[in-house]
């Protein structure tokens, strides 16, 4: 049984700061990427961010890059996105999704829905004033 589940979602004003929380059960961490990727009311859910195994990478979207952090605690098993100088388009659901990677350390992470085989409900994310 292996689960994902999100938390830290909310309604923020524009250029307010959220940090979401992504906990694994059932499974450790240590040997899965773990991605971030939202979705918008009629839009197709997009990837945000990845990390790969023990850190060593990172990958984030062009319209997150330099607002939104990801990081991970394996020690917890828990991956955290924390998202800062938000937009109203940052509104969307927000889920976390785990691929084992057996890869060579280092290599990116891929921000594709398909890779990802394992992922949370969801969490919203709402952006307003």
């Known amino acids: 049984q292996l689960q994902l589940v999100e938390s830290g979602g909310g309604l923020v004003q524009p250029g307010g700061s959220l940090r979401l929380s992504c906990a694994a059960s059932?499974?450790?961490?240590?040997?899965?990427?773990i991605a971030w990727f939202r979705q918008a009311p009629g839009k197709e859910r997009e990837g945000i961010s990845c990390?790969?195994?023990?850190?060593?990478?990172?990958n984030y979207r062009d319209s997150v890059k330099g607002r939104f952090t990801i990081s991970r605690d394996d020690a917890k098993d828990t991956v955290y996105l924390q998202m800062n100088r938000l937009k109203p388009e940052d509104t969307a659901v927000y889920y976390c999704?785990?691929?084992?990677?057996?890869?060579?350390?280092?290599?990116?992470?891929?921000?594709?829905?398909?890779?990802?085989?394992?992922w949370g409900q969801g969490t919203q994310v709402a952006v307003s004033s």
């Open positions: 059932g499974f450790a961490l240590d040997d899965y990427n």
């Open positions: 999704a785990a691929v084992r990677d057996v890869r060579l350390i280092g290599i990116l992470c891929v921000l594709s829905a398909g890779t990802y085989d394992y």
């Open positions: 990390i790969s195994r023990r850190g060593a990478s990172t």
